[in-house]
């Protein structure tokens, strides 16, 4: 398979395996309705930070991604700010990618590749995801996702007609952009991959000549290509004409299928008897339509209807120059979760991908729920600038209070590392946070249960036949106390006989043999809690 080179690219591969667990904190005074929308999280703060921060809550749990990254079109004004430990990547920081800027191409993959990776960890294994991409970087994006997602889970290269009318500006008018497809496993999600509802437009197709009395139908081809021996009898019509398949095609279904749908009255042969046979498919069968890659403005949605949809929210065409429209982004919901799915966008913008939840919710009475990330997209020029809080969170909180959405959200910020460095200075995680890390750690999955983290007794869960215990308080001074001493390990092997019980704990005050003999194994903090499973 073909591989892109480029500069960084043995550097950064990798790079998400390094990146910290990062606390998420929640800001309550910017939660909205929160208990009416139980699972829907606003996340202000770095995405790469943010998706790693979710593994241990989410990992495998992603029926749907979207994403609408940097177009990298040269006039974004994006800044490549990953802290990679690299000479070469370190002086990009900080700095502007503009379009005379030789390595743009580079830092553009350099920046998604990490945030590509943990997405694929996050989606479950009937997901996929969705990246909206111009002709900047579409071929880079293709070759990338064919080495971190597979080439043979690639499904399709959607073209949406993003305006209504040619862009005179260029040589040739500029009316589409792409969004690219691919699954976690292509042959489970073409398995359960959702058709499209019927639109009053399609449904005007259905009709009923015949005065059929199983209802409207429509026709379709009763040939298909090829040779095939026994799918290439003759057809004799009501009104005695013959027909033979067409040259390099066949019938559809062999002949005894197809003396059975003519008993049934499920083939057409025209007004008056005399033409090539045709199949009906009826109304009141159709389970939907399967989608397919030509998406136009009629249909989704364009460019100036996601600019009207920000105009009627803010009231100002200003409020977010490149959003996307709501019907695109719920055609693409749609197609990719069922009814109570989570669907995350880690580039969320002015918020489309959670109002297009909320929206389908309503329509359809589902529970689905959406996780957006977005920075501030704060700068020296503009210290107070935060996108996330009042763009991104504004829009959906006013969505919300326009359309009548029985929905909320809570509102979350990247907060501390969860790493060695930050534990040592005092820089702490509360009990919950930090369990269900180190539960991940441990097991490599998510907590099944997290009522039964219980702070007291120190038990975060079991896994197989292991039971994990985490010997820790958000309080420094009595960390520093803390150990796995006898009185912990008599209740830890008490409670769980003849289990192993993995304990994560500052210190040890116990034999080795002690260990051994109670099959306990004792992990360190912080220094060997980051040696488990290579994290």
Same mark, same amino acid.
């Given at each position: 398979?073909?591989?892109?080179?480029?500069?960084?690219?043995?550097?950064?591969?990798?790079?998400?395996?390094?990146?910290?667990?990062?606390?998420? %904190?929640?800001?309550?005074?910017?939660?909205?309705?929160?208990?009416?929308?139980?699972?829907?999280?606003?996340?202000?703060?770095?995405?790469?930070?943010? +998706?790693?921060?979710?593994?241990?809550?989410?990992?495998?749990?992603?029926?749907?991604?979207?994403?609408?990254?940097?177009?990298?079109?040269?006039?974004?004004?994006? *800044?490549?700010?990953?802290?990679?430990?690299?000479? +070469?990547?370190?002086?990009?920081?900080?700095?502007?990618?503009?379009?005379?800027?030789?390595?743009?191409?580079?830092?553009?993959?350099?920046?998604?590749?990490?945030?590509?990776?943990? +997405?694929?960890?996050?989606?479950?294994?009937?997901?996929?995801?969705?990246? @909206?991409?111009? %002709?900047?970087?579409?071929?880079?994006?293709?070759?990338?996702?064919?080495?971190?997602?597979?080439?043979?889970?690639?499904?399709?290269?959607?073209?949406?007609?993003?305006?209504? @009318?040619?862009?005179?500006?260029?040589?040739?008018?500029?009316?589409?952009?792409? &969004?690219?497809?691919?699954?976690?496993?292509?042959?489970?999600?073409?398995?359960?991959?959702?058709?499209?509802?019927?639109?009053?437009?399609?449904?005007?197709?259905?009709?009923?000549?015949?005065?059929?009395?199983?209802?409207?139908?429509? @026709?379709?081809?009763?040939?298909?290509?090829?040779?095939?021996?026994?799918?290439?009898?003759?057809?004799?019509?009501? @009104?005695?004409?013959?027909?033979?398949?067409?040259?390099?095609?066949?019938?559809?279904?062999?002949?005894?299928?197809?003396?059975?749908?003519?008993?049934?009255?499920?083939?057409?042969?025209?007004?008056?008897?005399?033409? &090539?046979?045709?199949?009906?498919?009826?109304?009141?069968?159709?389970?939907?339509? *399967?989608?397919?890659?030509?998406?136009?403005?009629?249909?989704?949605?364009?460019?100036?209807?996601?600019?009207?949809?920000?105009?009627?929210?803010?009231?100002?065409?200003?409020?977010?120059?490149?959003?996307?429209?709501?019907?695109?982004?719920?055609?693409?919901?749609?197609?990719?979760?069922?009814?109570?799915?989570?669907?995350? %966008?880690?580039?969320?913008?002015?918020?489309?991908?959670?109002?297009?939840?909320?929206? +389908?919710?309503?329509?359809?009475?589902?529970?689905?729920?959406?996780?957006?990330?977005?920075?501030?997209?704060?700068?020296?020029?503009?210290?107070?600038?935060?996108?996330?809080?009042?763009?991104?969170?504004?829009?959906?909180?006013?969505?919300?209070?326009?359309?009548?959405?029985?929905?909320?959200?809570?509102?979350?910020?990247?907060?501390?590392?969860?790493?060695?460095?930050?534990?040592?200075?005092?820089?702490?995680?509360?009990?919950?946070?930090?369990?269900?890390?180190?539960?991940?750690?441990?097991?490599?999955?998510?907590?099944?249960?997290?009522?039964?983290?219980?702070?007291?007794?120190?038990?975060?869960?079991?896994?197989?036949?292991?039971?994990?215990?985490?010997?820790?308080?958000?309080?420094? %001074?009595?960390?520093?106390?803390?150990?796995?001493?006898?009185?912990?390990?008599?209740?830890?092997?008490?409670?769980?006989?003849?289990?192993?019980?993995?304990?994560?704990?500052?210190?040890?005050?116990?034999?080795?043999?002690?260990?051994?003999?109670?099959? &306990?194994?004792?992990?360190?903090?912080?220094?060997?809690?980051?040696?488990?499973?290579?994290?």
């Amino acid at each position: 398979m073909p591989t892109l080179q480029f500069k960084g690219k043995n550097i950064i591969w990798n790079h998400h395996l390094a990146i910290p667990y990062h606390t998420l %904190d929640d800001v309550q005074k910017l939660d909205f309705r929160a208990d009416q929308g139980e699972g829907n999280l606003i996340i202000e703060g770095d995405n790469l930070l943010a +998706l790693k921060a979710l593994l241990p809550q989410y990992a495998g749990k992603i029926k749907c991604v979207y994403i609408d990254p940097p177009y990298n079109t040269g006039n974004e004004g994006w *800044v490549y700010n990953d802290n990679v430990n690299s000479p +070469l990547l370190k002086d990009w920081l900080g700095k502007e990618v503009g379009k005379d800027d030789l390595t743009r191409h580079d830092k553009w993959l350099c920046m998604i590749i990490p945030r590509l990776k943990l +997405l694929r960890d996050l989606l479950s294994d009937d997901g996929a995801i969705f990246i @909206s991409i111009d %002709d900047n970087e579409q071929h880079s994006l293709r070759l990338i996702m064919d080495e971190v997602f597979g080439h043979e889970n690639f499904i399709a290269n959607v073209l949406w007609q993003k305006r209504t @009318s040619p862009d005179s500006r260029k040589l040739l008018g500029d009316a589409h952009e792409f &969004i690219v497809c691919y699954a976690k496993n292509s042959e489970i999600f073409a398995y359960l991959m959702n058709k499209l509802a019927l639109n009053e437009e399609h449904k005007n197709n259905f009709k009923n000549p015949d005065n059929d009395p199983k209802g409207p139908w429509v @026709s379709t081809d009763f040939t298909a290509q090829g040779y095939r021996p026994n799918q290439m009898y003759t057809i004799k019509t009501p @009104s005695g004409k013959t027909f033979k398949p067409p040259e390099g095609r066949c019938w559809v279904q062999i002949e005894t299928v197809y003396q059975r749908l003519v008993a049934e009255g499920r083939m057409w042969f025209g007004n008056d008897g005399n033409g &090539i046979p045709r199949r009906k498919t009826y109304l009141n069968e159709c389970s939907g339509s *399967v989608p397919w890659t030509w998406w136009s403005n009629k249909e989704v949605g364009h460019n100036q209807e996601a600019k009207k949809e920000i105009i009627d929210i803010f009231e100002s065409a200003t409020a977010f120059e490149t959003p996307k429209p709501t019907r695109l982004i719920k055609r693409i919901i749609e197609i990719a979760s069922s009814e109570d799915s989570i669907i995350l %966008d880690s580039f969320a913008g002015s918020g489309t991908t959670m109002h297009a939840v909320m929206d +389908l919710n309503k329509e359809d009475g589902g529970n689905r729920k959406c996780i957006m990330i977005q920075m501030t997209e704060a700068t020296k020029a503009d210290p107070k600038k935060n996108i996330c809080k009042d763009i991104t969170r504004e829009r959906v909180k006013r969505a919300i209070e326009k359309n009548g959405y029985q929905s909320g959200f809570k509102y979350l910020k990247v907060g501390i590392p969860i790493d060695a460095e930050s534990l040592l200075s005092g820089n702490l995680p509360t009990y919950r946070q930090f369990a269900k890390y180190v539960y991940y750690l441990c097991t490599g999955e998510i907590i099944a249960d997290e009522k039964k983290i219980d702070e007291k007794t120190y038990f975060v869960g079991t896994f197989k036949k292991n039971a994990v215990y985490l010997v820790y308080t958000q309080d420094f %001074d009595q960390l520093t106390r803390l150990a796995l001493n006898l009185d912990i390990a008599e209740k830890v092997t008490k409670k769980h006989k003849g289990q192993k019980c993995i304990v994560y704990a500052p210190a040890c005050f116990l034999e080795e043999e002690y260990l051994n003999e109670n099959n &306990i194994e004792f992990v360190g903090i912080p220094y060997n809690l980051f040696n488990k499973n290579g994290q």
